[in-house]
């Protein structure tokens, strides 16, 4: 399967690696340079391409779906701090006949993370005693806090039926790769939950895998459809 990797940076690099494990052949890479308006998005550049791997900037992101659904890609996207544009997405990918994967966190572990963190939170949802909290620290570089993964952590907590309040916090330093810990606490004991990423390497096979998904699909998804159907 042929892919363009749009967003040449650290997790771009990653993916282009781990690509051929995954029976992919990278065909096009555009970094921020070669793509600063997404002037590079063309039905030319991408006449041989099955699948775009979106991994940018939270600024571009949206524009990069609307121009990759224009021209009949289908697409995998990683960027986060952009969700709340999430309808404009849809409506591409429906208007143009394509289809699109999307998550705050393509890493195998956080998305069983977000199931059991969900699942805890629907069994203490009437056990009112239990406070809660969700937490997470991540590299200094990384653009968006609290991160994407987090705030999706938050959403299917409530989603769940947990309606009390839900202290937020986040942290930037260093180079961690990213740690999420959510928790319940009360004045008899307290529960935790945590996930710990040791490198960037789940995350790029994650997406690798939602490529290999959604190679001749139509649809908008979630990357937890692509591994829990």
Known sequence: MNVAIVGYGKMGKLIDQLAPEYGCEVKLRLDVRENA????????NFREIQVAIEFS??????????????????????????TGQLDRARAAVEQHGT????????????NVFL???ALAAKLLAEEKEYGAWAWEIHHITKKDAPSGTLLKLV?????????RPIDVGSNRAGAHPGTHEMGFDSAADTI????????????ARGALKAARWI???????E???VLFG
């Open 115 to 117: 199931r059991l963190t």
């Open 155 to 163: 959403e299917e907590m409530k989603k769940a039926g947990y309606a």
């Open 37 to 44: 308006s997404q002037e590079s998005i063309t039905r030319e």
């Open 215 to 221: 190679e001749g699909r139509r649809g908008f998804y």
């Open 99 to 110: 289809a699109l994967v999307w998550s705050p966190n393509y890493s195998v572990g956080v």
């Open 192 to 203: 935790t939950l945590r996930h710990a990423a040791r490198s960037r390497e789940g995350f």
């Open 223 to 225: 990357f937890s459809e």
């Open 57 to 82: 900037a939270p600024e571009a992101a949206i524009a990069n779906i609307e121009r990759l659904a224009a021209i009949g890609v289908n697409t995998v996207v990683g960027t986060t701090g952009w």
